[in-house]
């Protein structure tokens, strides 16, 4: 078979794939959210066990679902409280929020200054919260069913095994598969429980830091913070600009703050952004290293690039996924001599985790 023939089948086979993703996003994105949510259960429950001796880790696992359940059901109350209470003061801040408006339009030498309610009930905002609403709407839905396949996850976990040794009765070739899957396995819980305790050290941090700085619904803003933080690069971001924003349009701002020739709330919201960017970069680039080591290894442009196309396919999930999937991809082309250079330019030191195995190549 000639190379331009070989070639020719590699563009139609990823444009299949790709096709399949994008197309099958509604049930493919539910379920990997379900698969990864599994993971951390079980990153979970093996730290319970390893912690504790006397604990069985069957018992472990109840008790890190137990814990995730009441993490996600503190999580959802946290965001209707901090809704609520945004919207006990929602009168003030629409007016700090008009001023700010009119402060714009007036450094932009425009006339006629919208107002808050006529921007949200324009058509183009009714669109937007329209669009808000139907996210909203359909996240509900799909946590119910990622719950459900988590559930089956877990009834499935004990045949694994015998169905590995019925696929594979080859001794060599089962140890091989098995060898690829631990490894990938091992390279993801790696990523989402570092990434999960990372996140927790920020949030812990950042919301200690926003009491101090008296920004008001410190809580929510850090939950906010907690779960962007689960997204690569872009994520630390618009975490980092949240709570400026927040500080921005708070009605009242802290009597500690200066004022001099700016108005309070720019100096003021521009120090909540310092001290919240000083957490995100110190703890991102110093401390996340350490903990993460080989086990993403992935460029910094791929992790951009797969941001990006991820997100493109699956939308919000396919962001929060993009890290480990393409960890997961890697691993899975490093196994092949004929797609082993993928690998290595996904990596960020050249030197992707595994290989081709003798059985793979004579396949």
């Known amino acids: 078979m000639g190379s331009a023939t070989k070639t020719g089948i ?11 993703l994008y197309f099958g996003r509604s049930i493919l994105a539910t379920f990997a959210m379900a698969v990864f949510l599994f993971l951390i259960i079980e990153g979970f429950g093996t730290v319970i066990n390893n912690a504790s001796r006397n604990i069985h880790i069957g018992l472990a696992r109840i008790l890190a679902v137990l814990l995730v359940v009441a993490g996600f059901i503190g999580f959802i109350a946290l965001m209707a409280n901090g809704v ?24 932009a030498s425009l006339q006629d200054a919208p107002t808050l309610t006529h921007l949200v009930f324009d058509e183009g905002g009714q669109r937007f919260f329209a669009t808000i609403a139907n996210s909203v709407s359909g996240l509900s839905g799909d946590i119910v069913l990622i719950l459900i396949y988590v559930a089956f996850l877990f009834t499935a976990q004990s045949m694994w095994t015998q169905k590995l040794d019925n696929i594979f009765p080859d001794s060599q070739r089962r140890e091989a598969v098995r060898r690829i899957g631990n490894d990938a396995r091992l390279a993801i819980e790696t990523y989402l429980w570092t990434q999960t305790v990372i996140s927790a050290l920020i949030t812990l941090l950042t919301y200690i830091s926003l009491l101090a700085l008296g920004v008001q619904n410190a809580l929510f803003l850090s939950a906010l913070i907690f779960v962007l933080n689960y997204i690569p690069t872009v994520g630390s971001i618009v975490a980092a600009m949240v709570p400026p924003l927040f500080a921005l349009v708070q009605p009242e701002v802290p009597g500690w703050v200066p004022d001099v020739a700016f108005e309070q709330s720019y100096i003021y919201a521009a120090i909540v952004f310092a001290v919240v960017s000083f957490w995100q970069f110190s703890i991102g680039n110093f401390v996340q290293p350490r903990m993460m080591g080989d086990s993403l290894n992935l460029s910094a442009l791929v ?13 919000i999930p396919g962001m929060f996924l993009s890290a480990p999937l393409t960890v997961l991809m890697m691993i899975l082309f490093a196994q092949s001599p004929n797609t082993r250079w993928i690998a290595i330019l996904l990596s960020a030191d050249g030197k992707p985790k595994g290989g081709a195995s003798p059985e793979g190549d004579a396949a």
């Open 303 to 315: 992790v951009l690039l797969a941001l990006a196309i991820w997100g493109l396919i699956w939308g």
């Open 10 to 20: 590699w563009i139609i086979a990823t444009g299949v794939i790709i096709a399949l």
């Open 84 to 107: 609520a209470e945004f919207g006990r003061d929602g009168a003030d801040y629409e007016e700090k929020i008009n001023g700010l408006i009119a402060d714009v339009y007036s450094l």
